[in-house]
T-cell receptor, first 113, second 114 residues
Framework: KNQVEQSPQSLIILEGKNCTLQ??????????LRWYKQDTGRGPVSLTI?????NTKSNGRYTATLDADTKQSSLHITASQLSDSASYIC????????????FGKGTTLSVSS | EAQVTQNPRYLITVTGKKLTVTCSQN?????MSWYRQDPGLGLRQIYY???????DKGDVPEGYKVSRKEKRNFPLILESPSPNQTSLYFC?????????????FGNGTRLTVT
């Protein structure tokens, strides 16, 4: 069964600290993996996409990694800010058309001052 | 501004009273879809549409209907709402001509069925 599991379920960190969110998937076939950020009361917004051949990709203070062999991805947030408080959702696409998406349940990050 | 617009943002209704949640996108996207988001369950797909007059069931279609008469609009219809349909609903769209394009989500509709 295709599944995407994220850990931890929730996380609290101090402003300025770094953190890493994990995403493990058992999805086949695999097309790509995307991280979304969902602010409270808003729809998810794409942060970055990882394809099979990519190991690391950065988007500002966000760095995503992908290990296709172990079927794991991580999202590292550097020098966290209060605005990073959100839910982070890992989504794996089974096909290139993007019509078959497997969603993780998300990690809720709270950054406190 | 490129966006997906859902209306209403909040809706409280009673069991059995038909309702429609509208969704409109201004990006000329072919693909549109509806999701519900519940605590502990994450986002689950209800229905999706690859283009005008083409719709298909997602993972949790029971109790919902959709239509795609125009490219920009994709309304979600609850013919006879029940309390278990109380949830946060999101509409999303994406272009299919650009490889690996992301989903663009609306800001959600919080539905309460009493």
């Amino acid at each position: 069964k295709n599944q995407v599991e994220q850990s931890p379920q929730s996380l609290i960190i101090l402003e300025g600290k770094n953190c890493t969110l994990q995403c493990n998937y058992t999805v086949s076939p695999f097309s790509n993996l995307r991280w979304y950020k969902q602010d409270t009361g808003r729809g998810p917004v794409s942060l970055t996409i990882m394809t099979f051949s990519e190991n690391t990709k950065s988007n500002g203070r966000y760095t995503a990694t992908l290990d296709a062999d172990t079927k794991q991805s991580s999202l590292h947030i550097t020098a966290s800010q209060l605005s990073d408080s959100a839910s982070y959702i890992c989504v794996v696409s089974v096909n290139q058309a993007g019509t078959a998406l497997i969603f993780g349940k998300g990690t809720t990050l709270s950054v406190s001052s | 501004e490129a966006q997906v617009t859902q209306n209403p943002r909040y809706l409280i209704t009673v069991t059995g009273k038909k309702l429609t949640v509208t969704c409109s996108q201004n990006m000329n996207h072919e693909y549109m879809s509806w999701y519900r988001q519940d605590p502990g369950l994450g986002l689950r797909q209800i229905y999706y549409s690859m283009n005008v007059e083409v719709t298909d069931k997602g993972d949790v279609p029971e109790g919902y209907k959709v239509s795609r008469k125009e490219k920009r609009n994709f309304p979600l219809i609850l013919e006879s709402p029940s309390p278990n349909q109380t949830s946060l609903y999101f509409c999303a769209s994406r272009g299919v001509r650009t490889y690996n394009s992301p989903l663009h989500f609306g800001n959600g509709t919080r539905l309460t069925v009493t």
